[in-house]
């Protein structure tokens, strides 16, 4: 399954020292992704809009995805926001059996 995400880094981070700790988030969350089988296909800095970062993650399962946002935020590594996310193929296939 493919999910679009959106998050933000903690409030102190962003006027603080955030930019230092991208490593060590970086670290963790690949690490979570690897042990929850997930791929994560991109990630971008989106750094002057209502989002700090925005990607995509593949991912086995909602529950999968759903256990990843849950450990980034109890980290307190910030905020993470996903939708379930579908190519074009698979859209229109949905839109017309609605």
């Known amino acids: ?3 679009v995400f959106t998050g933000c880094f903690p409030p102190e981070g962003v006027n603080g020292d955030w930019v230092a700790r991208v490593s060590e988030i970086d670290y963790y969350a690949h690490k979570k992704l690897d042990e929850l089988h997930m791929t994560l296909e991109s990630l971008y800095y989106v750094l002057g809009g209502t989002f700090h970062f ?5 991912a086995p399962s909602a529950g999968a995805m759903l256990a990843f946002q849950s450990w980034f935020i109890e980290s307190g590594f910030g ?6 996310a579908f190519d074009r ?9 609605a």
């Open 54 to 58: 925005a990607g995509a993650i593949d």
């Open 89 to 97: 193929g698979e859209a229109m296939a949905a839109l017309r059996n």
């Open 1 to 3: 399954m493919k999910f």
């Open 79 to 84: 905020t993470l926001n996903s939708n379930v």
